[in-house]
């Protein structure tokens, strides 16, 4: 299955995106797709009602916008330099263990809403990732049973501002995190529809430009890996987001930089995942 969220920003209803690429309202059946939906065994009651439904099912219309496909999670953790490539181009070290940050959730943003740039930057950056959502509470995990924790996979442009994120010092977190820097979708795919997570192309273009063309097959640390690693940390919960780094490609890594600047236009995708679009913005236009 394929779930949506539509509506207005924080009141969004949930839908799915059927095969035929009707968009449908299952708001009848469900409340929303947040922690509760995921801890309740929501994804088969869905697929239950979608079985029985799926004919008969109200039509979400075409001018609705669409939100992220997942409610704000109870946490974001994003994975940097997993893939070697992009660690060169930052000059960093391939890491030995993964690095991790959080993610503030209030940046999650629709697929197509704009990016605003922050007030003060002048370094924001794009970066294509695939993102695990989390099914189930996880908590020492082992990498053979990560698998089972999985509800499904997004796709996820992990906005990043490089001078909050470096030169500003401490954690990355406060360049990862501010409002519109977590665009999320257009839907989950669930785990079924990605029998390999080791083997997506991915891209990512700027005003019609290619600039990032990698593969999942290149990540140092694999989804399993992440999934388990990060659950001997904390305790991951139902509906959680885990983003898995972005290939070489981000802005940082070109000479000279080049970063987003108003009317800029990113378009981004991920192999079974579709593709989602951004009209970059300024902070109060
Ligand atoms: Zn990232």
Redo the contacts with the bound molecule.
């Keep these: 299955m394929k779930l949506i969220r539509f509506g207005e920003p924080g009141n969004e209803s949930p839908g799915l995106q059927l095969d035929d690429g009707r968009l449908v309202d299952t708001s009848s059946v469900v409340n929303d797709y947040d922690e509760e939906f995921f801890a309740s065994g929501g994804l088969g009651k869905l697929q239950d009602w979608l079985s029985a439904n799926a004919e008969n099912a109200e039509q979400v219309s075409a001018d609705h916008r669409i939100g992220s496909p997942i409610a704000r999670p109870s946490k974001m953790i ?3 330099l ?1 893939f070697s490539d992009h660690a060169a181009e930052t000059g960093a070290e391939t890491p030995k263990e993964p690095v991790i940050f959080s993610k503030a959730t209030s940046a999650l943003n629709g697929p197509f809403d704009n990016i605003v740039i922050p007030k003060g930057s002048e370094q924001t950056d794009w ?1 294509v ?1 695939l993102a695990v959502v989390i099914s189930k509470h996880a908590s020492y995990v082992s990498e053979s049973e990560a698998e089972n924790y999985i509800a499904g996979y997004v796709l996820h442009n ?1 906005v ?1 501002e490089r001078s909050f994120q470096i030169d500003r010092g401490g954690q990355w977190t406060k360049g ?1 995190s501010a409002d519109t820097f977590a665009p999320m979708g257009p839907f989950m795919a669930t785990k079924d529809e990605i029998p390999n997570s080791d083997n997506l192309g991915m891209w990512l273009t700027v005003n019609g430009e290619k600039m990032q063309d990698g593969n999942t097959s290149n990540l140092i640390f694999n989804v399993p890996h992440v999934v388990s690693y990060l659950s001997h940390f904390m305790s991951l919960l139902p509906g959680d987001v885990i ?1 898995t ?2 290939p070489a490609g981000v802005g940082m890594g070109m000479s000279p930089e080049r970063y987003l600047k108003p009317g800029d236009i990113v378009e981004l995708g991920i192999d079974g995942l579709g593709s989602s679009k951004q009209n970059v913005v300024a902070y109060g236009s």
């Design positions: 994003c994975i940097g997993n970066e990732e992990d990043s990862k983003s780094g972005t």
